[in-house]
């Protein structure tokens, strides 16, 4: 399986838990028990349960007809937006608020940047009773309000990061240092596959029911389990890893992760991590990452707070590398266009990160009879206020 | 030439007294005058900090003047030329503190080689895994005689608290509590049961305690279990609301040491 992690935590060259002295404990903790808590049998009874129950799982393989003639192949949407709070966040919350209670933590924190994986987590912390504080860039704050209102509602605290450009990446940081202040009574619910090892293994495995599914749906829709495409954006990279792991195996189905170019890939304004980034170190793993000569972080860029992260998971930074998977990028302005478009062809107004991996669909050239997966990883909701502001509708 | 932290360990074995301080802060050229200046004071060992643009280990203090260093265009490459400027008018050990991503941007290899020549005795890299250690450091550090300083806290187990001290050469760096840099102004209970800890260990290293040094009092607290302490956060907010550097300086050191 050369696709999955290593004994050290490594994705070939990239992963590894880079992380000081204070944080060891804690992710100690969660590498010698993740593996040995998410395979008891009664932890994936209650998974799986909640899952479906609570979740709304599974999730429609949808076979997107309109467009499908648009694009002139078999199209399908796995309708992640139509998971309970909106995005498949909430199916990487579960699992490790069932591992934060096995551990016996009584309190949890999260970084956010478009506030689902931040919903995501106040709603499972709700759901358990646990104590809730999301770090979340300023700047996100403002252009994701409404969920920031959802987290207060169920609960939670929501923490403005007011360093760096107040985003993503300064959201991170905030939490690993709350972290690193409360080391025994708090689990750290880290919201894509990024983070040192086990995070990126731990939140792969979480998400991968979304391929699981996807298997099945399609043995049911088409009698075949493999497609030759599978399309998801990549911020840092979980609905993707989510989407490509059960197929990360077969090496007929091309893996497409779409990043944000922002403004441009050469605008200096930019997510595109894998066009603009070199191998570094940044939130304890060795990764790709937006950086100066200098190894000092670079600010990103998107119009989309979920993508606008200057680095991607390590396993993404590995697939990359061993060009297993491949990685294209797409501008503001065509993501907010396809927004709309897929809007007005299927009726289904999707979040902006989604929106990104939408408009792959024009860079792509498929066969007749290509069998395409999206995966659609959230809704549009949250993001009313930015299709407004932008206006071209 | 023996490592400078060696000869000062074998000569002084009570109230060392480090210094950290930021490089290029709170101007770009500031970093030789105050590590002249603390030499003169009174300091024993100079800790300078790379500047990082996303230190996940410090708290707002020291966040604040990576920020300002960066701002003012500090760079690895002018850092090691300051502190080869340094060198030429002080004796007393550098140790240099970052984070490992403009170590690796730099090339590990020529960072460690530039780093001797400039005159560093040792590093202080906190995000720096045993096994990277032993894998891409160990051998270049240990040929140039550059100590290598490891990090443990209050929650650091035993058995790891051994390992530190098998990988670090020249001081153990404990970490006061399980926080980010900052200062307290005093030791809790359990400080100072973890601190009677370090002090009943045998070890084969020297022990420093850092995070929360911020006075006389806590200074002479942690040197009563250690061979000293490392002062960071609260020099850094000196030299925030200093108008004469200098003096500020000489008055910080003399206040810690119980001199004023
Ligand atoms: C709907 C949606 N899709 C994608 C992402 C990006 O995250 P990831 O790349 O981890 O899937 C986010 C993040 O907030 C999101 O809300």
Redo the contacts between chains.
Sequence with gaps: MKYTVDESGFYGNFGGAYIPEMLYPNVEELRLNYLAITEQKSFNEEFQHLLREFVGRPTPLYFAQRLSERYQAHIYLKREDLCHTGAHKINNTIGQILLAKALGKSKIIAETGAGQHGVATATVCALMGLDCTVYMGKLDMERQKPNVERMRILGARVVPATSGNQTLKDATNEAMRHWINNPTDTHYIIGSVVGPHPYPDMVARFQSVISQEIKIQLIDQTGNPTPDYVVACVGGGSNAMGAFYHFLQDDHVQLIGVEAAGHGVDSGESAATTALGKPGILHGSKTLLMQTQDGQVIEPYSISAGLDYPGIGPIHAHLFETERASFINITDEEAMQAGIMLSRTEGIIPAIETAHAIAALDKLQFDKDDVVVLNLSGRGDKDLETYIRWGKY | MKNRLTELFEKKKKDVLAVYYTAGYPSLDDTEVIGKTLVKAGTDIIEIGIP???P????PII?ASN?VA?DNGM??SLLLEQVKALRSQVSAPIVLMG????????GIHKFLIDAKAAGVDGLIL????A??YEDNFKATCESLDLSVI????P???LE?RNK?DQLSTGFIYA?SA???TGNSKSFDENQLHYFETLKTQKWRNPVLIGFGISNHETFSQACQYSAGAIVGSAFIKALEQSKDIKQTIQTFVKVLRGNL
Excluded: C, H, M, W
């Excluded at chain 2, 984070?99 to 730099?106: G, H, I, K, R, T």
């Design positions: 990082f643009s996303d996940i280990a410090d708290g966040q920020k960066l760079q690895v984070y490992l991503n403009p170590v690796y941007q730099y906190p995000d720096l895994p096994k990277e490891f990090l443990l806290t929650t650091t187990s790891r530190v970490v399980s926080s980010t």
